[in-house]
């Protein structure tokens, strides 16, 4: 078993094939190509077994402003297990490597969870932002009450957020959290 932290722009064809592989059985199908785009660009980490790439995540670069600040966010992206090898720690293990990502090289890191997701999330000390969610759309700000509730922060060096606070997301297509 091998765990590799990589850039999107260090990847091969075939290796970033395989992660979309990864994804597309994980999400059944329900893993578009804008959640793709999403994950890219950023840093990957990929394990792989003998049966080839077992677990994977990405963590990119996005800006949320709380408190009139834009704060440089490691966004968690396109986190999967291959179904065979699922509660045998590799969810943890990918989490882990992007949380030190995220310390080493944002002021805040933040995820939208999936119901899989948020218990492996919670159990690492990620917080449940209970406060509203917002985003800059193209017409400006605009709330997005469907993804309250599934909106994960880990704090850094921003500190703890307030959650009477604003919480405005950048702009992307498709889901913008
Ligand atoms: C969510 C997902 C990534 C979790 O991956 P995972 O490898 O199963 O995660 P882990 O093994 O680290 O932890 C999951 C559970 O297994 C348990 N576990 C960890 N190691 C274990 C072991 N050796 N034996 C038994 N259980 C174990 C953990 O305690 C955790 O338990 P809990 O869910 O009751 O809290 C995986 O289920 C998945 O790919 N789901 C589909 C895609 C998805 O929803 N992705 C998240 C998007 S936000």
């Known amino acids: 078993m091998t765990l590799r932290v990589a ?22 199908g329900d893993f578009s190509d804008e959640d793709w785009q999403h994950g890219l660009g950023g840093m990957h980490v990929l394990v792989q077994d003998d049966a080839g790439l077992a677990a994977h995540g990405s963590v990119v670069m996005r800006r949320l402003r709380h408190r009139g600040r834009w704060l440089r966010t490691g966004y968690v992206e396109a986190v999967a297990v291959r179904a ?14 992007l949380e030190r990502v995220v310390e ?5 890191g933040a995820l939208s969870a999936s ?28 709330r997005l009450p469907e993804e309250e509730g599934d909106l994960y922060l880990w704090p850094t060096l921003a500190g703890p957020l307030d959650p009477a606070g604003e919480l405005v997301l950048d702009w992307r297509d498709g889901d913008v959290a």
């Open 7 to 28: 850039h999107t722009a260090e990847l091969e064809p075939s290796e970033l094939s395989a992660v979309r592989a990864l994804l597309d059985a994980a999400f059944d």
């Open 104 to 108: 080493r090289a944002y002021d805040l």
């Open 84 to 97: 065979d090898v699922r509660r045998t720690g590799l969810g943890g293990r990918v989490m882990a490597a």
């Open 115 to 142: 119901e899989d997701g948020a218990r492996l999330y919670t159990a690492r000390g990620w917080q449940r932002w209970p406060g509203q969610v917002h985003a800059l759309s193209p017409d400006g700000i605009v």
